[in-house]
């Protein structure tokens, strides 16, 4: 209940101390039959009875502080129906502006425009896990033990991006763009402190934002029938400061990408017809991707009484090849491409995630540690317990891509 609806208790009249908002959640000293008020709360800031703030949360996690509900039986129909709402559906509008401007042999363009993202998993809801509520099979029933939230906004961005593109002489045109991006409604997981009747994870909307900004070189030198170069290099930075909670999902602090690519279209290339047949519409290219991982916190399973620190970001680099033949048929009214492409060459084992604790992509430390030998020795065969366990933590997800070999044939009119 909140201040503002409370005016007596057990009978007695209810003085606020004066800096309580009439919309502070009241907390009393028992469940059913409350005498006293022990305490408020706004948000994520707390206060004692007197109206002092908290500076930590030990004062109101005892067990005879408990909220003041409005319908105190938690197992009623009522209780269920009352806590769910309809979805309130949200509009986003998504602007795409360019200008572009020719000055000799300059061109000057600027851009802005919006992006979206609807939520994926984080907002399923599965209204079986609130019945692990307070049992511990609940970490294998859903993400890393943490309940999903099905009002969840969609992750929306503004960039906006400028540029100039130099041409020196008739094949060969410099290009340098700079981009500035806000992300906003980021997805994080934050610990709802002395939630009731249990403290729990969830996803949440942060309030704060993510800025991006990339710069990108490319230089394009081709001769007749688009034979010739193009070569780049871009490169972006991403500041995402979040206090508010304990994990942050996956940005990387730095991304760079270079990539060069050649292409022999005239077919002027051997002395023999099958070389020249082979060198026209040709391609080869590459192209270098790295990530420096950002160092965020990551709340690993509810053995962990504290949040722990990621290690120092680790450092992903992939490398990716494609060769790329077309051929045109019927007065060149068709073309068909076929395509091989090699992501991840050099088959480099490059980490999404990994455990705080280990550092490891494939442990969190659970099973070897002491402190938790007797509770898998409980489990009804504990060897097939860490068996299954092991395969739950070794997650697909906490790596990125290895070496993948793409044949293709593309049909263009």
Request: charged content about 10%; overall charge positive.
């Amino acid at each position: 209940r909140k201040a503002g609806d409370v005016t007596t208790l057990n009978g007695n009249a209810v003085s606020h101390p004066s800096n309580i908002g009439s919309s502070y959640a009241v907390y009393v000293n028992d469940l059913n039959n409350p005498t006293s008020i022990m305490g408020y709360r706004n948000g994520n800031i707390w206060y004692d009875y007197l109206g002092n703030r908290l500076s930590n949360y030990a004062y109101m996690s005892q067990p005879y502080v408990v909220p003041y509900l409005a319908n105190p039986d938690i197992y009623s129909p009522t209780f269920y129906s009352d806590n769910f709402k309809k979805y309130k559906t949200v509009y986003n509008i998504l602007p795409f502006i360019q200008l572009n401007y020719n000055f000799r042999k300059y061109l000057v363009y600027c851009s802005f425009y919006s992006n979206s993202q609807n939520p994926s998993y984080e907002s399923v809801f599965n209204p079986i896990n609130y019945g692990y509520f307070s049992n511990s099979t609940f970490l294998a029933s859903n993400y890393r033990g943490v309940f999903t939230n099905s009002a969840l906004k969609p992750t929306s961005s503004n960039t906006i991006e400028g540029g100039i593109y130099n041409y020196l002489g008739s094949n060969t045109k410099i290009g340098l763009s700079y981009k500035y991006a806000e992300t906003a409604n980021i997805i994080e997981i934050r610990k709802y402190i002395n939630a009731f009747p249990y403290e729990y994870y969830s996803f949440y909307n942060t309030p704060n934002i993510m800025v991006t900004h990339g710069l990108t070189l490319t230089v394009n030198s081709n001769k007749v029938f688009k034979t010739g170069f193009d070569i780049g290099v871009s490169a972006c930075v991403q500041q995402h400061v979040s206090n508010s909670g304990i994990y942050n999902l996956y940005f990387p602090d730095v991304i760079t990408k270079s990539w060069l690519a050649y292409t022999v279209d005239n077919g002027m290339h051997g002395n023999t017809n099958f070389y020249k047949y082979f060198s026209k519409h040709f391609t080869l290219s590459m192209l270098l991707h790295y990530r420096k991982m950002t160092t965020f916190t990551q709340f690993l399973s509810s053995y962990y009484d504290n949040n722990l620190p990621m290690p120092a970001g680790k450092h992903n680099i992939n490398l990716n090849v494609s060769v790329q033949k077309s051929f045109y048929t019927y007065n060149k009214q068709y073309v068909i491409t076929t395509y091989i492409i090699i992501e991840n060459i050099l088959n480099t084992q490059n980490l999404m995630f990994y455990y705080a604790k280990t550092g490891n992509a494939s442990d969190d430390g659970y099973l070897a540690n002491a402190q938790n030998q007797s509770e898998i020795n409980l489990q009804n065969n504990p060897e097939a317990y860490r068996n299954y366990y092991r395969m739950y933590v070794n997650n697909p997800y906490n790596y990125d891509i290895p070496r993948i070999l793409r044949i293709g044939i593309k049909v263009g009119f």
